[in-house]
């Protein structure tokens, strides 16, 4: 019975982490840049659902312009602030926490300290195993499954998949062989902020909508990347279903230590790194440089 | 009097001829003599807290700038020193002078039980791996609460000195004293080693330098000043909470000393005492602060990614091309060699 | 000439000014003004300041003060620097006399370490640990002299309340569901303050009648007080079958918990401390599906806890369109302030602090007596706190109400405020534990 609870705990919580994870192992892996701001994109999003819901145009409507509002944002920022330091890591560090920064004040600033609320779309509960599971989060899992199905196809089945793992492989030559890399990675970038614009969308109406939510977040999805391997896609999805069940471990195995999810989630990547320095699906030390 | 020609003689040739040691040289004097003119002690007491976290934030520069060790968890070390001097004052009695260098030393072990394993941890992953660091240790802060209070923190510490100007002193002269000496590290062979790791570390083992150990002792003396900074500032505030552990504890050092310039020392001081009273004064319009601020960095990286220290320095001063000697902005020919510089 | 003409006329407006700056007094309002609970930190204290400054100010000797308020935004729920270089600001910079407020403890304590540096005195209105008096007004009262607590009552006591409250709601279980012994779960934030709570609670549970509540502890769960999620929790309790959940939340937690609980329909009824629950916008923040929390609270609509509250609720709702949370007694600590100045008829700290601790003031959470810790003191006729529901889309309050303070010594003592009504059972508690087999 514990184990069913844990099963579908952990699966319900594994959807968002891991649609978060992959945009953010996506921009790393094809990028190399390492965008702190990667969960503020999420949060903004939220907000958008938030806005475009609280002026009436219902649901659909408002993931597709909230989803192409922080799209827009987000380019705007990285073409601005990002590109032009992606070569120096810490200034990157910085540049896309002070970005986070600056979006979180902004949604401070528009909305005021009045947390944002999204009714859901899919009201009331559903029992499997015994567990209550809402219906809102069902549709947020299915979501990530087809937003994940989604890029793979993308990835593995169209041409721009191909310039894009080529580009990932190896810049240079994929320079040589034609594909314009900064054009591949601001494509890449795009799609990475959907992936987390959309994921803001989904859970918005599970979460009070407030403009210091990324933090939190963003620690996770580290996390979760680095488990996985860093640019590692297969890596982070399965770094973020990882963690998600050490979450969910660590609430019914160890009740009067639930305050520690995190502790332990920080814990087990440092496990694993000690034993696997490059993460599971990371490529070799060696490789990466 | 002898002695004193000396002095004079140094000061001419050493410090007068160039404009950014000049620069360095009035700025200490400031610090040093500003209680004279202004007893003010909120003034002061912005003054303590941006001193202790210039040492905080040199600490980052020595291990990340420096050793190109990017750590996104420093604040675990000053946590580490903030409540180790917390707990031997509160529950062994200890006095500040006692419980701020061992607080230090405890950070500097931290440091090499951090540094051990990352050992093997490169780049991006070494800076992802720490973030793990402070974040543990905040569990465990909750974990205890009898011991730790949890998150009311340890409270009622022994305040550093009777009073602000004393407390000042002590402040800005602890930092001066550890800039000196790490400054005084970075140019020596160990600081070029450091350099040369980050730069490429098999190169540097390929020569028979041993990189663990060097590595090893970045961490290390990046723990022991991050820890005093953190064991101060406990002292200071007269409190240790689990706020020293927060995530943006750990990002401030790199904020502040990518915003003044990385693997300099200087920058790193520019950064605090440039953005920290900046933090003061946008306290006028409390509701832009943050905005503000962040803009603010956005901006100064955008047009001068390698930090504002470097960018002010080259403006002030030349290198000459011919024996690398720097020369003030103003002089047309180099003061050792003679020869062109190019304007 | 001209120019003497216009030397002398700025010279009169700097008198001017200086004579009308020493005829008011300056309160710092410190808080986290881009929360909530600073926000009401102002609101509260700006209405008390405006009510003074209408009847005439304070009068000390002869002449009449204005009460002039400063914003002091302590930015403390994310820098305990920046908090204590806002106090210290507001002290030397901004020249303030007396300061009201605090939210985080962990930076209530510097803050007051730095006011008490000044003389200056603080009335805590906003944190609630104990140990922010006690072991310092006690131990060292020549230093800490100057801090006194306001709101809320202190953590001992909240806790106290929470277990009556949880007594009521066993009561209703017993005399409504016709469940003997009930299975009563703990939710309690990881934090100092619900440590010692947590533990009292446990053994209550389970220690037979009439002393303990004599029903069932079936777990304990500590969720971090930050977590945004809770769902496992949820599920985990209701594997374990209780009927009742004893929360302790103070931080934000309270809120993904209260959600979860009611979208979920999870068949156990909460009661205790939930903090976020004590907010106006409760519903709103759950979505709807907090209706039915219950918590120890401060204020409700229309309950009398002194004749005073249910003007000054009202007023505050008219006018800034929400209920008043606990830092919006400010509106007390303000008024009692104001009160205790013109009784020492002195500006001087020494002769003020006297003066509070021989007030007695009929405020509007309660009526303030300071005991020796210079803490509000608590119990039937001082300050009690309430327990409140969320009932048909408002919070109303179910405690006290036929309350026994002391059935021993005297067993005739009941205490109700006027405009409580009785416990409620979730609906769906009452579907699912109406059928089940016990």
């Known amino acids: ?289 | 009097m002898f002695r004193l020609r000396i002095l004079g003689r140094y000061l001419h040739s050493e410090i007068l001829v160039l404009p950014a040691r000049v620069l360095a040289l009035v700025f200490i004097a400031a610090l040093l003599v500003l209680p004279l003119f202004s007893g003010d002690s909120y003034l002061l007491m912005v003054l303590i807290l941006t001193a202790i976290f210039t040492m905080y934030a040199v600490s980052w520069d020595l291990l990340a700038g420096y050793a190109g060790q990017i750590s996104l968890g420093h604040a675990l070390f000053f946590g580490v020193g903030a409540y180790t001097a917390a707990l031997l004052n509160t529950k062994l009695g200890l006095s500040p002078a006692f419980g701020i260098p061992l607080g230090a030393v405890t950070a500097m072990t931290s440091g090499l039980l951090v540094g051990v394993p990352c050992l093997r941890l490169r780049r991006h992953y070494l800076a992802l791996a720490t973030l793990a660091f402070p974040l543990m240790l905040t569990g465990i802060v909750f974990a205890f609460p009898e011991f730790t209070g949890g998150e009311l923190g340890i409270y009622a510490i022994t305040r550093l000195a009777a009073t602000r100007v004393v407390e000042y002193y002590i402040a800005i002269g602890t930092m001066l004293l550890v800039v000196a000496l790490l400054w005084k590290l970075t140019t020596s062979r160990v600081g070029l080693i450091f350099h040369a790791i980050r730069e490429d570390e098999v190169v540097v083992r390929a020569l028979g330098i041993d990189t663990i150990r060097y590595k090893l002792l970045a961490f290390m003396v990046s723990g022991l000043v991050a820890g005093l900074s953190g064991a101060l500032y406990a002292h200071f505030l007269r409190t240790a909470g689990p706020s020293n552990l927060d995530l943006f504890m750990s990002f401030h050092p790199v904020i502040w000393t990518i915003f003044g310039g990385a693997a300099t020392i200087y920058g790193p001081v520019t950064g605090v005492f440039l953005l920290f009273p900046a933090l003061e004064y946008l306290r006028a319009v409390p509701e832009y602060r943050m905005l503000i601020f962040a803009l603010l960095i956005l901006l100064v990286l955008r047009l001068l990614p390698g930090g504002l220290a470097p960018w002010i320095r080259d403006r002030l001063e030349k290198q000459c091309p011919n024996c690398r000697m720097n020369n003030a902005f103003v002089r047309s020919t180099c003061r050792a060699c003679r020869s062109q510089l190019t304007p | 000439m001209k120019a003497i003409v216009r030397l002398v006329a700025v010279f009169l407006l700097v008198l001017g000014v200086i004579g009308c700056a020493q005829e008011s007094i300056r309160v710092g309002i410190v808080g986290p003004m881009g929360y909530m609970p600073g926000e009401q930190h102002w609101q509260g204290a700006l209405m008390a300041a405006e009510e003074i400054n209408e009847a005439g100010g304070i009068t000390i000797g002869d002449r009449a003060y204005r009460l002039e308020l400063v914003r002091v935004d302590s930015n403390e729920l994310h820098s305990v620097s920046d908090a204590v270089i806002a106090v210290e600001r507001a002290i030397t910079g901004q020249r303030v006399d007396f300061l009201v407020g605090g939210y985080r403890s962990e930076a209530v304590f510097p803050m007051t370490e730095v006011a008490v540096d000044h003389g200056k005195i603080f009335l805590i209105a906003g944190a609630a640990a104990d140990t922010l008096l006690k072991g310092r007004v006690d131990e060292d009262y020549d230093r800490y002299k100057y801090l006194f607590r306001v709101t809320p009552i202190r953590s001992t006591d909240l806790a106290r309340l929470s277990i009556l409250l949880l007594i009521d709601v066993v009561e209703t279980f017993r005399d409504q569901l016709g469940i003997d012994r009930p299975r009563v779960a703990v939710v309690a934030e990881r934090a100092e303050w619900a440590e010692e709570l947590v533990r009292r609670v446990e053994t209550l549970i389970s220690a037979p009648l009439p002393h303990g509540l004599g029903g069932e502890h079936v777990g304990t769960w500590r969720p971090s007080a930050l977590a945004s999620d809770v769902r496992g929790e949820l599920t985990a309790i209701e594997r374990a079958g209780a009927h009742i959940i004893y929360t302790a939340f103070s931080g934000p937690v309270g809120v993904p918990f209260g959600r979860e609980w009611g979208r979920l329909e999870i068949p156990a009824a909460t009661v205790g401390i939930n903090v976020q629950a004590q907010s106006g916008k409760w519903l709103e923040d759950t979505h709807g599906h907090g209706a039915y929390t219950a918590t120890a609270g401060i204020y409700a609509r229309d309950v009398a806890v002194t004749p005073a509250t249910v003007s000054f609720v009202e007023e505050f709702v008219e006018q800034f369109d929400e209920l008043p949370l606990y830092t919006a007694a400010t509106y007390d600590a303000v008024h009692i302030l104001a009160a205790a100045i013109a009784e020492a008829d002195s500006l001087l700290a020494d002769d003020i602090v006297s003066a509070l601790e021989d007030t007695d003031y009929p405020g509007t959470m309660a009526r303030f007596v300071f005991d020796d810790l210079h803490d509000l003191m608590w119990g039937p006729g001082y300050a009690t706190g309430l327990g409140v529901q969320w009932v048909d889309d408002r919070a109303q309050a179910f405690w006290p109400r036929g309350w026994h303070p002391d059935p021993v010594n005297f067993p005739d003592l009941t205490v109700t405020y006027p405009g409580t009504i009785p416990y409620q059972i979730p609906p769906w508690v009452v579907d699912h534990w109406g059928s089940v087999e016990q």
């Open chain 1, 1 to 289: 019975m514990i184990f069913a609870d844990i099963l579908i705990d952990g699966l319900v919580r594994s959807g968002v982490y891991a649609m978060l994870a992959l945009g953010f192992a996506l921009v790393f892996g094809v990028g190399r840049v390492l965008n702190l701001a990667h969960t503020a994109f999420f949060m903004v999003a939220s907000y958008g659902i938030f806005y475009f819901v609280g002026i009436g145009t219902g649901m659909p409507l408002a993931i597709v312009l909230s989803s192409i509002g922080v799209v827009a944002v987000g380019l705007l920022l990285y073409k601005l602030f990002l590109e032009s330091v992606r070569e120096m890591e810490a200034t990157v560090l910085i540049a896309s926490l002070a970005s986070a920064v600056l979006l979180q004040e902004l949604m401070l600033l528009f909305f005021g300290r009045q947390y944002g609320r999204v009714p859901e779309v899919f009201s009331g509960f559903t029992r499997i195993l015994g567990v209550r599971v809402g219906n809102q989060e069902l549709a947020t899992l299915a979501l990530a499954v087809l937003c994940l199905v989604g890029m793979w196809v993308l990835l593995s089945r169209t041409r721009l998949g191909l310039a894009i793992r080529t580009s990932a492989q190896d810049p240079e030559v994929a320079n040589l062989m034609g594909i314009n890399v900064s054009r591949v990675v601001q494509v890449v970038v795009a799609l990475g902020i959907l992936l987390a614009a959309l994921a803001g969308a989904a859970v918005a109406p599970l979460i009070t909508v407030e403009p210091h939510l990324w933090m939190d977040r963003l620690v996770i999805v580290l996390a979760a990347v680095v488990l996985g391997g860093l640019g590692s896609l297969k890596g982070s999805i399965l770094g973020a279903v990882i963690l998600a069940f050490a979450e969910a471990f660590v609430v019914f195995l160890l009740p009067g230590g639930s305050y520690l999810r995190t502790a332990v989630a920080m814990a087990i990547m440092l496990g694993v790194f000690l034993a696997r320095p490059e993460g599971l699906f990371g490529a070799g030390i060696e490789e990466e440089s």
